[in-house]
């Protein structure tokens, strides 16, 4: 004879439901995790501006010139492309 059932009356599929509780925890913590993380790189590695890309890759191609790997004609017309 089985007594009163003093459980929370779960059964058999109550740790399904704390399995997708926890997945839904787990996920909303990467979600915060990630946008703050994106937020401080953002500033310091991307470019804000397509002249700030462009100073960049006019330094590039002049440090290519100094280098010898293009020549002054190549540097001239990436100076017209990027100007």
């Not at 946008?35 to 590039?60: G, H, L, Y």
Request: proline share 2%; hydrophobic share 45%.
């Amino acid at each position: 004879m089985m007594g009163p059932d003093w459980g929370i009356g779960w059964g058999m599929g109550g740790g399904l439901w704390l399995i997708i509780l926890l997945v839904i925890i787990i996920g909303f913590a990467m979600y915060f995790f990630m946008k703050n993380n994106n937020n401080s790189n953002t500033n310091n590695n991307f470019p804000s501006s397509r002249k700030d890309s462009s100073a960049d890759a006019m330094e590039i191609a002049k440090t290519r010139l100094a280098k010898g790997e293009i020549t002054a004609e190549e540097f001239e017309e990436i100076k017209k492309k990027l100007l």
